[in-house]
Each structure stands twice: as C-alpha cells, then as structure tokens.
C-alpha cells in the first residue's frame, strides 16, 4: 500500500509541474505573458485540484503509517488491496470535487477594467479582485472549500503522526524505536 500511495503521489507531482511550468517557459521565452480568462481557469483548476489532492493523499499515506506502526497485527487486514485503492480514488476525486466548485464560482464572475495580475499563475484571489462584480459570496465559498477540503487531511495527518510518536516512545528498546522511526521518517 505505501509504494502504491507513493505513485500515486510521483504522479500528482508530475503533473503539478505541468500546469504552471508550460505557461511560465512560454513566458519567459516569448515574453509573451498573456493568457486567456479560460486559459486561466483551467490552469488554476489543474493546480487547485492537485493541491487538494495532494492533502488527501498524504492524510492516506499517514494513516497507513499509523497502522503498520500502531496496529501491526491488524494491518494487512485493514491496509488491504480494495481499501488503499477507495483511499487513492477518494483523494483525486476530493481535489477535483472541491476545486470544481470555486472555478465554476469563478467563472460567473464579470471583469472589466485592468486585467494584469502580478503573479505567474492564477491565483484565485487576485483573480477575484479583478472582477468588477461582487465577490464576496466567492470568496466565502473559497474559505469555506479551503476548510473543508484542508483542515480534516491535516487533522488527521497530525493526529497520525501524534499516535504513531506515543506508540514509538511506548517501545521498551532502542533499537526498536530507531525502527520504527526509520520506517516513520
């Protein structure tokens, strides 16, 4: 389970670089730093999307740490085949659920005005405050995404982490701890 978590993982980064570095090379090669308000939109939903998914996957991969170091005995009964497999398909389809939203919040809004934003991706927020329209309602579903999307993974990356360092000071030897660190870090 863990070296199929960590494709999954190598895959997410792959891809990460995709989405910003075509658009950054062209940039810097043609000098040309314009692109499109779609052009924009997907792009941030590529880059939202694997952010998001990057979360759930590390909760994943945490978890299943905390189990082979917590509950040995019981690990290869529940780590099994099916069960890292819904856990890898639930993180890519979080990230994508979650930044479908915003983008399609995004995309109602109206722009007029200066249409440059300092940065060399899009960025929700300075897209947000392009918009001539109001935002306030999009920047509350940006919040309240971010939260919901964000917060449990890392709740329970920490809470991981947290049994498994209990569980390892617990181990009467040395030896034993450096094991279980090693297979930790």
């Not at 692109?35 to 939903?45: A, D, H």
Request: aromatic share 12%; net charge negative; with cysteine.
């Amino acid at each position: 389970p863990m070296y199929f978590l960590l494709g999954n993982l190598s895959c997410l980064e792959t891809f990460y670089t995709s989405t910003i570095l075509p658009r950054m090379l062209a940039s810097l090669l043609t000098g040309d730093k314009t692109i499109s308000f779609s052009g924009c939109l997907t792009q941030l939903y590529f880059f939202a999307s694997l952010a998001c998914t990057e979360c759930y996957l590390l909760a994943a991969m945490s978890y299943d740490r905390y189990l082979a170091i917590c509950k040995p005995l019981h690990y290869s009964t529940l780590m099994n085949n099916r069960f890292c497999l819904q856990l890898a398909a639930g993180s890519w389809l979080n990230g994508c659920l979650a930044t479908t939203i915003l983008v399609l919040f995004l995309s109602q809004l109206t722009f007029c005005g200066p249409n440059e934003i300092d940065h060399f991706y899009c960025d929700p927020i300075p897209v947000m405050e392009l918009s001539c329209s109001d935002t306030h309602l999009t920047i509350l579903v940006d919040l309240i995404i971010v939260s919901v999307f964000t917060l449990p993974p890392f709740l329970l990356t920490l809470m991981s982490y947290v049994f498994i360092l209990v569980s390892i000071l617990r181990i009467p030897s040395t030896t034993g701890r450096q094991k279980a660190f090693y297979t930790c870090s």
